[in-house]
DNA sequence: TGTACATCAGTGAACGCGCGTTCACTGATGTAC
DNA sequence: TGTACATCAGTGAACGCGCGTTCACTGATGTAC
């Protein structure tokens, strides 16, 4: 990986004083240090000890703590993206199953990755004013109005939007916290068919 | 206030040695405190310089950080809930009024005290194994239970409880996170009137 | 009613710790000539 | 191709700060006799 970068040379020194990739390492590391620590406990100094750097070395990529978790929360918000259209390619194409699916995509990522989940959602440690953040946001809220716009055959409603964004994000936020016990305690297909069921339920006119 | 529990004594000394209702005093600063710096800037000391006592005197009536923020969580918990029976007031005794009175009301907590709702629906700092702690939240579980139970006119599902709570409880996050603009930007009758319909519809078969 | 004493609530000095930030430095890279 | 030099990434020591916690203390309260 390393080497590659830099093809001519054979022999790499077993500790080289640049780093190679510093910047996307730190990133993975804020990842653990976030799920070790909490959006709480989280510190600059943890990443680079985790990046087995020194602890001055991140100021050069970031300028300070919260603009490593700016770029965190961004890569972050990419990935709650990519696992939604992942989702969505399980399903089948018709408009109201993509919508259901990335409703469960959602759900998913906020059970797999619970802290990254809470620092782009419950947390203003984020600068979300960077740009880089909220063009990440924004992707993720496109998808959204897109699916439902789809869905309903019409350009969305704010009725519509707001209805099956809360669910999905209730869904999302309440079993990454742990609630729902009853829920979270089916098996995976069981609640799986629930989640998707809710969703379609939340755009379903009263 | 004070002079009352001691109504013998005409002269209250100017600063007396002890503070008369400390525990009481150290949860309000705790709420002032959790406001202004968020979960994550909480401080023991910071409580005690507000309620204006010296820092190692919390210690006495709540062991440490953890225990002042799990009697806080317990306190923002019964408001919550207190908050959801008053808006059920509002409205009209038919079960289903009283089932999306009850969502308003949470999102009106959410709304009201941001800090103290993601105090204790996103933070792992209260101790959630704390008898109190437990008792309001299941208070809260109860009364959501109970009015869905009510309006279904049967045991309440697992479906329709998950239905109910996600969609309040995304509603209720998504917009105390500022999210949702288009809903927040509403004249307040009108987002009233949507979140009531919101909610309805959650629990609508599909 | 008065006195002695145990208990409790709050004080303030002290501690060690991890944090973010600064700074002079050094090693590596890449570019100009 | 070689050399000089600017730029950049990372080092490690140092700083000041606020934090939680400990501890000997003191003032107030309440109870036993």
Known sequence: MHSQSHPDKAIEPSTPYHHGDLRAALIKAAEAELTDKGVEGFSLRGCAKRAGVSHAAPAHHFGDTRGLLTALAAEGFRRFVATQYETMTEAEPHPQAQLAASGLGYVRFALARPALFRLIFSSDRPNFDNEELCNAAEAAYGLLVENVTATCGAPATIDDIA????????????????????????????????????????????
């Open 163 to 206: 209805a099956v964004w809360s669910t999905a994000h209730g869904l999302a936020d309440l079993l990454s916290a742990g609630r729902l016990k009853d829920v979270l305690a089916m098996p995976e297909a069981e609640r799986d068919a629930m989640i998707l069921r809710i969703v379609i339920r939340a755009l379903s006119p009263a």
